[in-house]
């Protein structure tokens, strides 16, 4: 645990919210946010952000390197097997729950604020969920793939979002990808689910 960390990761992803419109317009920043003592976990990508951390944008360079001092610090998670996504996938990628209703680091009752990591050459099968989310790319680039939507190479500092239940994918390209990932409405706390048939 290392709450000056947090703080500051917070603080970076705080002012990535109020610099990028689209994710003002999208939910209000939590104002019940309670930090939580959590135990880390450890993942085997982390070496892989450290090595990687990939490109930012300038708006999302502090919110990058918040994250990647933070990334020993946390609650890393695979939500989904290796029969779903492949050894390799499980190898390079995570994500933590920085603020949410059960088990963020800080809890919120309101939104779900999480973090992922995908290292480079991955590709994230299509799934669904039935909250509303949108990503925020902090570093790297990817391919963002939503139905009913022409695919979208997205940058740090672009977003891109996701409908109740609308099928998605991403495949990222040459480095890896860093998202902040923000979620609201129903069913904060159900993980996605795999397919595309919503
Ligand atoms: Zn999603």
Redesign the pocket.
Known sequence: MNRAAFDTALDAARACYDAIPALKAFVDWPDDLTFQRRAPHSLPLIPHLRADPATTSPVTTPLRDALVALCDHVEWRHTYTEAEVGADFLNRYGWFELAGPETGHYRSQTARLSVAYWGAGLHYPW?H?AAE?IYLVVAGEARFEAEGEAPRTLRAGETQF?RSNQP?AMTTGTSGLLAFVLWRGEALSAP?KMGRAA
Do not use: Y
């Open positions: 799934h969920h989310e996701h998605h996605p």
